[in-house]
């Protein structure tokens, strides 16, 4: 698809899905690019400027934000220059213009060296239309606007509910909690990323997925959580499934890992209905979950790791399941490294560097001792 990725492609149907239903129930015929006159009003009567006030009364509405609309708005915009150059259209129904974004001067005592306008503001070009919403349109934010991860009591009525009884519901939750991928990530997943993980004596796997706004990260998968996505992957059912995307695609290998029944790759929104199920399941009982299912990677966040410096450690785990690890670890042979990501995950569940610790730490990967000692004597040279 020249370089877009599945992601923005869903973006762009779930967009375009939004306008079609609005031409049919509107009765409007798109391909009309010529206003009625050539004055300013004249133009709001055109489909384009027709829609873009129907998301502008979306928003005042709070039925969608304002990036939101702006979004959609922008990928028709995207359709309706597609379409000129497809020669369907005669003309495009907007116009652009040149602006100039100003802000000030950062170097202005080194501008009065060589130039009168030293304090003046400078600027960019940018070419812009007039279709995106204003931005007085833009919803004020609450005053709270931190993350909202779940509670452990939560995570326990969301893991003991029916609808996670099933493989698929929770797997997908599992790849939020456990490695903070989002919604849209998870029904992209690649089935490529998992293995066998009884072949290899790994305690833990590096992948590299694609995210938002098209950008590379790296995240951890645990060796008991590559084992369960290895059995969902040859069970009987997701095998029925992927020789329905064979039969439409042709080959297996860019599959997803979660596919729907028909075959086909999971919306965003189908990977979060689990937690509306959970969330009916609980009403019925009198429990009440009030996160949805983005805040489980806001969990992630919040319970999850991070890279940062440390003088004389490698990593540290607080008692409220925090972990981070100091980015010199890069520098380690992969073992190495391996080692030091078990140790400060087992501190998950045994605090201290008790027997049981270390016996927990040897179940997981039975030759820590080498990395240990390799690490105690090359370990001040990656410090420096």
Same mark, same amino acid.
């Given at each position: 698809?020249?370089?877009?990725?599945?992601?923005?492609?869903?973006?762009?149907?779930?967009?375009?899905?939004?306008?079609?239903?609005?031409?049919?129930?509107?009765?409007?015929?798109?391909?009309?690019?010529?206003?009625?006159?050539?004055?300013?009003?004249?133009?709001?009567?055109?489909?384009?400027?027709?829609?873009?006030?129907?998301?502008?009364?979306?928003?005042?509405?709070?039925?969608?934000?304002?990036?939101?609309?702006?979004?959609?708005?922008?990928?028709?915009?995207?359709?309706?220059?597609?379409?000129?150059?497809?020669?369907?259209?005669?003309?495009?129904?907007?116009?652009?213009?040149?602006?100039?974004? @100003?802000? *000030?001067? /950062?170097?202005? #005592?080194?501008?009065? &060296?060589?130039?009168? =306008?030293?304090? $003046?503001? !400078?600027?960019?070009?940018?070419?812009?239309?007039?279709?995106?919403?204003?931005? @007085?349109? *833009?919803? /004020?934010?609450? #005053?709270?606007?931190? &993350?909202?991860?779940? =509670?452990?009591? $939560?995570? !326990?009525?969301?893991?003991?509910?029916?609808?996670?009884?099933?493989?698929?519901? @929770?797997?997908?939750?599992?790849?939020?909690?456990?490695?903070? &991928?989002?919604?849209?990530?998870?029904?992209?997943?690649?089935?490529?990323?998992?293995?066998?993980?009884?072949?290899?004596?790994?305690?833990?796997?590096?992948?590299?997925?694609?995210?938002?706004?098209?950008?590379?990260?790296?995240?951890?998968?645990?060796?008991?959580?590559?084992?369960?996505?290895?059995?969902?992957?040859?069970?009987?059912?997701?095998?029925?499934?992927?020789?329905?995307?064979?039969?439409?695609?042709?080959?297996?290998?860019?599959?997803?890992?979660?596919?729907?029944?028909?075959?086909?790759?999971?919306?965003?929104?189908?990977?979060?209905?689990?937690?509306?199920?959970?969330?009916?399941?609980?009403?019925?009982?009198?429990?009440?979950?009030?996160?949805?299912?983005?805040?489980?990677?806001?969990?992630?966040?919040?319970?999850?790791?991070?890279?940062?410096?440390?003088?004389?450690?490698?990593?540290?785990?607080?008692?409220?399941?925090?972990?981070?690890?100091?980015?010199?670890?890069?520098?380690?042979?992969?073992?190495?490294?391996?080692?030091?990501?078990?140790?400060?995950?087992?501190?998950?569940?045994?605090?201290?560097?008790?027997?049981?610790?270390?016996?927990?730490?040897?179940?997981?990967?039975?030759?820590?001792?080498?990395?240990?000692?390799?690490?105690?004597?090359?370990?001040?040279?990656?410090?420096?």
């Amino acid at each position: 698809m020249g370089g877009i990725s599945l992601i923005t492609a869903q973006s762009l149907a779930n967009s375009m899905c939004l306008f079609l239903q609005w031409i049919e129930i509107n009765n409007v015929d798109w391909h009309e690019v010529y206003a009625v006159s050539d004055s300013d009003k004249a133009k709001y009567w055109l489909p384009v400027y027709r829609y873009r006030k129907y998301l502008i009364e979306k928003v005042i509405a709070k039925q969608i934000d304002r990036d939101t609309a702006n979004l959609y708005i922008n990928h028709v915009r995207q359709f309706y220059e597609w379409a000129r150059k497809q020669r369907r259209i005669e003309k495009l129904p907007f116009k652009y213009k040149t602006k100039v974004i @100003k802000k *000030k001067r /950062k170097d202005g #005592g080194l501008d009065l &060296l060589f130039t009168d =306008y030293g304090r $003046e503001e !400078k600027g960019f070009t940018v070419t812009i239309t007039d279709l995106l919403i204003p931005k @007085k349109y *833009k919803q /004020k934010k609450s #005053g709270d606007t931190s &993350l909202s991860p779940y =509670y452990q009591e $939560e995570l !326990k009525l969301l893991y003991s509910s029916k609808a996670l009884s099933k493989h698929g519901p @929770k797997l997908r939750v599992d790849l939020a909690v456990q490695c903070g &991928l989002r919604a849209e990530e998870i029904a992209t997943f690649n089935a490529g990323h998992v293995v066998d993980s009884s072949l290899s004596n790994k305690p833990v796997y590096y992948i590299t997925i694609v995210g938002k706004f098209d950008k590379e990260r790296t995240i951890i998968v645990s060796k008991g959580l590559m084992a369960s996505l290895w059995l969902y992957r040859n069970d009987k059912e997701h095998q029925h499934r992927l020789a329905k995307w064979q039969l439409e695609h042709g080959n297996c290998d860019d599959a997803p890992l979660f596919l729907n029944g028909s075959g086909s790759f999971m919306f965003r929104k189908s990977v979060g209905n689990v937690i509306s199920k959970v969330r009916k399941e609980l009403a019925l009982i009198g429990k009440e979950l009030k996160r949805d299912f983005h805040d489980l990677s806001s969990t992630f966040e919040t319970n999850g790791y991070k890279v940062k410096s440390f003088q004389s450690r490698w990593g540290s785990c607080t008692p409220r399941g925090r972990v981070d690890f100091n980015w010199k670890i890069i520098m380690a042979p992969d073992r190495v490294v391996d080692y030091v990501v078990v140790h400060e995950l087992c501190h998950l569940k045994q605090h201290d560097h008790s027997p049981q610790f270390w016996k927990l730490v040897e179940i997981i990967m039975p030759d820590f001792l080498e990395s240990k000692e390799c690490l105690r004597e090359n370990g001040a040279s990656l410090m420096v």
